[in-house]
């Protein structure tokens, strides 16, 4: 195992248990993004890798959903349930066309996608705000972190930054802009893997973006209200839709 990589499997793995592979977003490693979804591990083989630029690993000098959506490939098995939340979403749409037959399916949790909304009010609004940010934000990282929280409407914690989420706030600093990625919807269409769009009915501009995904992919939509963005973190409520969502493909 490199210590780069998280993996929460049970400790003795059956071979028909399915396979879960979580992508984490920015800011967190995939310890603290996927916390909520250690009690899975009892039902599913549980593979949470953490990207590159978060710790236990170095800083980076730069992050590229494209770049990202390559490294992946190296978790990919036949079989695979992909998971990716908020940035991890949209190297998981990336991933899942360039790997389409290693997929059992696909479950994005708001991926910020946002060029795929581009023209719709609340997303356009989100992209502006996110632009200026990075173009004439804070460069500190901690007070980058504050103003992006505002942004993606995340609470704040009080007081000062661990040395973690500093880390994390320096990774995000470098991301591409994810709204630049193109999302390869002629090849993610036809494909015969079940797809799941996950919302957590706080934000418009989120909301925009997973109607179009629902639409393009024809996916299954949840929408989870709150944890905000983090979806995920709600526990219970997302593991059982997860749960069920992975049984059904699995049985076809």
Known sequence: MAANEYFVTPESR?????????????????ER???AQKPLAGRFEIVAPNRRGFPPGPDVERVDFED?????????????????????????????????????????????????????????????RTEEHWTNGPRDPGEFLRGFLAIIGSSTPAGSFTPELLQ???????ERPPSEAVIP?????????????????????????????????????????????????LGEPFNALLTRFVERAEAG
């Not at 990336?94 to 909304?117: C, K, N, Q, W």
């Open 185 to 233: 919807f002629a090849v993610l269409e036809p494909t015969a893997f079940p797809k799941l769009v996950v919302s957590g009915a706080h934000s418009a501009a989120f909301d925009a973006v997973c109607d179009v995904l629902e639409e393009r992919l024809g996916a299954e939509r949840a929408v989870l209200p709150g944890a905000g963005h983090s979806v995920q973190r």
């Open 14 to 30: 059956m071979e028909s248990q399915p396979r879960l592979l979580l992508v984490h977003g920015s800011v967190v490693n995939a």
């Open 33 to 35: 993004t996927w916390a």
């Open 68 to 128: 990202e959506a390559v490294w992946l490939d190296q978790f990919l098995e036949p079989g695979t349930h992909l998971v990716g939340h908020s940035y991890g979403g949209v190297i998981s749409l990336l991933a899942a066309a360039r790997r389409p037959e290693s997929l059992r399916s696909l479950t994005v949790i708001e991926p910020p996608a946002f060029g795929i909304a581009r023209g719709i009010p609340a997303a356009d609004e989100f992209m502006a």
């Open 168 to 174: 994390g706030a320096r990774t995000l600093m470098v």
